[in-house]
């Protein structure tokens, strides 16, 4: 089971870079031991039931991941964390907690978080991908906006 399981949208050139650095840094730090798991949120197969029942769309605006969730068994009920947070946890389990440390700091936090926003509200846009309305119609109706 893993520690974290991050959901990523796979299809995002700058999220599948992080997502392998991320692997092979956790590989290295904690060996047969991995604490991270990934969860292609672009996938047709993505299921938001089996992983906090967080929709397509939530997932495609923000990072999210949750702990303590075993993927392999469909799920599990833990904890939520979104935009950050998620770097700060991903990054102490694979031994780099001290680049995201600050983040977490009273003032930083605030100024990190509004920072997240502005990329996150502009991610689509910078990385090439479609208007998120426009990724929804394509799933068929899937998600909610």
């Not at 397509?56 to 949750?66: D, K, N, Q, S, V």
């Not at 990054?91 to 930083?108: E, K, N, Q, T």
Request: glycine share 12%.
């Amino acid at each position: 089971m893993a520690d974290l399981t991050l959901l990523y949208d796979g299809a995002c050139p700058l999220c599948c870079r992080e997502v392998e650095l991320l692997r092979r840094r956790d590989q290295r730090h904690n060996g047969e031991q991995l604490r991270l798991a990934f969860v292609d949120i672009d996938a047709p197969d993505y299921d938001p039931a089996a992983h906090g029942g967080i929709s397509y769309a939530e997932a495609m605006g923000r990072i999210h991941a949750l702990a303590g969730q075993d993927p392999s068994k469909g799920g599990g009920d833990g904890e939520v964390l979104r935009d950050v947070a998620v770097f700060r946890r991903a990054y102490a389990l694979v031994g780099l907690g001290w680049l995201y440390a600050p983040s977490g700091w009273p003032l930083l936090n605030r100024l990190a978080d509004g920072a997240y926003g502005l990329w996150a509200a502009w991610r689509l846009r910078l990385t090439g991908r479609p208007p998120l309305p426009e990724l929804c119609r394509e799933r068929e109706g899937r998600c909610r906006i």
